[in-house]
């Protein structure tokens, strides 16, 4: 899918901010916030799917949670198609949540043990008072075909089912609702290759059959950049780059983006070579660097960049950027000319 | 390189479980030469990660080797008496885990931790095994070396205990060290920064690496050699060009394929079907026939040997041999 100024907003995030109070030391008297999200501000477009990357402790997740409004913001607004998600009533929140959806990582602690397949699967179907009995049944096991379970799987336990299997257990639980958004926080990340090539496979069926939208959470970026078409990157709270995938990995124009996609090892000894390692450790995000929060690391940081945090801005047709050295004008290409 | 470290042949390993026994390495041969990283790819319940515990002694209690020979230098390791068998752990081969934080002793400092193994195994003063320990941490790039000694693990980052687990497993100067997994639970930027290190290392100091991982990039950036696991068993050895440029088993191929690549995007991708079967319940013959695109009535009688290819590049596939196989 091309990006597309035309294409309808599904969800937006304007200044979104989750900060954590932490109590530390002698009696819990040091007080401390963790600035888990700190001031984001995306849109995610209908049909597409966003990836959203970064290392840990940069607030993907966080993001996610937010998302689907499993805890509240501190601050800042998210509109479910056009409709701020804290300004709505219990029965209208209820409606929306329906619509957005999530599929975690580990789909063995998400299901109850003690529920068959056929339960995990219709129960948010019960929980919403849709559909009951036979009606129920159909639904349930049209779900499974959906993700390529059989039926004869209906009356069997999480724990009779190898990790895949579970995480297509997951996906028609999250599909039972018919809903718009599907939040994937590290859908694949703990699957062995063989079998993350088979739920990346389902999930682009899936999304062109049945019109998802689906924000990709992920640390793994040859999963995210396979699925995704477009990418935000992450580092301590802040959305650092947001741009088309292949822009992305192309032209990557924060410092930060540029590290992280050179560290990615490329699976052929042809393309062996050196890595521009950044230096040093992800700083804590209870106590993040003044300016911009990458600038002890990066190897383009002047007296600007500890002293002023850049603005997150278009520097390109829909390619965002926080920096105040984007590099712009050198040849950034990550990705190997010849292949 | 070319002198054979470390020898393994037909290893074997069982479980003793609630069921009964379960065999998770059957019959298992490789070599580390000198000077060599080799790894072992495979995914879960391949049986890498207990072939490795197997060769340094340490398989949980219901674990056993049934059969098979680990010789090192001459010297084989399954005859060794227990005391004998430490002298070697610490000595000539170390091992450094997916997770330092369960392989560290949390009560102790990290100074603590890496002066004893200096004292024990080189008889070194405490003061002298002080000195060290600063500059083996300097080695392994920690710059604050003195201030990360007396530092609990707990107060150290993900990517810091790993690289004292490395300086650790370094203290004594090992010929071979095992790595298993030891990226894989680190961010990507400080993946690349231990890799750098690893590689670094094996030129600095001819040190032999075995690494036992599931990446496929990490190999790429690392191996020399590579051995492809599968339920059990090797399916196939190569060097790594070999291995990424002309794969022969169909388990390989279709492990190649199916990784999401960085620089080329394709649509779909390919996947293996099915999962990898329960130890339990193996597969008759070939064990990858029930998910080889490839597989018949054939490749269900006869378990396949391993078959060399060209040079040192073999495969555990039948139809290898008849050449009805075109990868």
Redesign the interface.
């Given at each position: 899918m091309t990006i597309s100024a035309e294409r309808e907003v599904i969800v937006e995030v304007r200044n979104l901010k989750k900060h954590f109070e932490m109590s530390n030391g002698f009696l819990k008297k040091t007080k401390t916030t963790v600035r888990a999200v700190d001031g984001l501000n995306f849109k995610v477009y209908e049909g597409e799917t966003l990836g959203i990357v970064g290392?840990?402790g940069c607030g993907k997740s966080t993001t996610g949670q937010l998302l689907l409004g499993l805890m509240e913001a501190t601050e800042g607004e998210i509109y479910f198609r056009s409709t701020d998600l804290a300004s709505m009533n219990k029965e209208a929140l209820r409606k929306a949540r329906k619509d957005l959806q999530v599929i975690f990582q580990d789909p063995y602690s998400s299901l109850n043990p003690r529920m068959t397949v056929g339960e995990l699967i219709g129960e948010p179907l019960v929980v919403h008072g849709i559909m009951r009995g036979k009606a129920l049944r159909e639904r349930v096991i049209e779900l499974m075909q959906l993700v390529g379970l059989r039926e004869h799987q209906y009356d069997r336990f999480p724990h009779e089912f190898?990790?895949?299997?579970r995480q297509r257990i997951g996906i028609a639980r999250a599909l039972a609702l018919n809903p718009k958004v599907i939040v994937c926080d590290e859908a694949v990340s703990a699957l062995?290759?063989?079998?993350?090539?088979?739920i990346?496979?389902l999930l682009?069926r899936l999304q062109k059959e049945l019109d998802l939208t689906y924000v990709f959470i992920a640390?793994g970026?040859?999963?995210v950049?396979?699925?995704s078409d477009r990418i935000g990157v992450m580092y301590l709270g802040k959305m650092v780059e947001l741009a088309g995938?292949?822009e992305l990995?192309n032209n990557p124009l924060h410092p930060y983006s540029h590290?992280?996609?050179?560290?990615?090892?490329?699976?052929?000894?042809?393309?062996?070579k050196?890595?521009e390692?950044?230096e040093g450790?992800?700083p804590s995000p209870s106590n993040p660097p003044s300016g911009c929060r990458f600038h002890p690391r990066c190897p383009y940081a002047t007296a600007k960049c500890r002293e002023e945090e850049p603005e997150y801005r278009e520097v390109l047709p829909d390619h965002f950027i926080a920096c105040h050295h984007p590099l712009l004008d050198e040849d950034t290409s990550i990705?190997?000319a010849t292949? | 390189m070319g002198e054979e470290l470390l020898k393994v042949d037909g290893l074997k390993v069982r479980f003793k479980t609630d069921d009964g026994y379960i065999t998770t390495v059957n019959g298992v041969s490789f070599s580390v030469k000198k000077g060599e990283t080799l790894a072992i790819v495979g995914e879960s319940g391949s049986g890498k990660s207990v072939t490795s515990l197997a060769l340094m002694g340490i398989l949980p209690p219901n674990g056993e080797v049934v059969d098979g020979d680990v010789t090192y230098k001459d010297k084989d390791l399954r005859t060794l008496s227990k005391k004998d068998y430490r002298k070697i752990r610490g000595n000539d081969i170390s091992m450094i885990f997916q997770e330092p934080m369960t392989a560290l002793n949390p009560v102790f400092t990290i100074g603590f931790q890496l002066r004893e193994p200096l004292m024990l195994h080189e008889g070194l003063s405490k003061k002298e095994a002080q000195a060290r320990g600063v500059e083996m941490l300097r080695n392994v790039g920690i710059s604050d070396a003195e201030k990360v000694m007396g530092r609990f693990p707990h107060q150290l980052s993900g990517g810091m205990r790993q690289r004292v687990m490395i300086a650790m497993a370094l203290s004594c100067n090992p010929e071979l060290l095992i790595a298993d997994e030891p990226t894989t639970a680190l961010d990507v930027t400080i993946q690349a920064q231990i890799l750098t290190l690893l590689r670094n290392l094996k030129e600095s100091s001819n040190t032999s690496i075995m690494i036992i991982t599931h990446d496929l990039g990490v190999v790429a950036e690392l191996a020399d050699r590579v051995i492809v696991m599968y339920a059990g068993e090797v399916v196939e050895v190569a060097t790594v060009h070999e291995l990424f440029e002309s794969p022969q088993h169909p388990y390989t191929k279709g492990l190649l394929d199916s990784m999401p690549k960085i620089h080329d995007v394709v649509n779909e991708l390919y996947s293996i079907e099915g999962t990898v079967p329960n130890p339990a319940e193996m597969p008759q013959g070939c064990k990858f026939h029930p998910r080889c695109p490839f597989g018949d009535e054939e490749c269900v009688q006869t378990h396949p040997n391993l078959l060399n290819v060209k040079g040192d590049h073999a495969a555990r596939c039948i139809k290898l041999a008849k050449k009805e196989l075109v990868v």
């Open positions: 290392e840990s190898s990790g895949g299997q062995d290759v063989s079998i993350q090539a088979q990346l496979n682009n640390h970026l040859p999963a950049r396979h699925i995938r292949d990995f590290a992280l996609l050179d560290a990615v090892p490329i699976p052929d000894p042809k393309f062996r050196e890595h390692l950044i450790e992800i990705v190997p292949h | -």
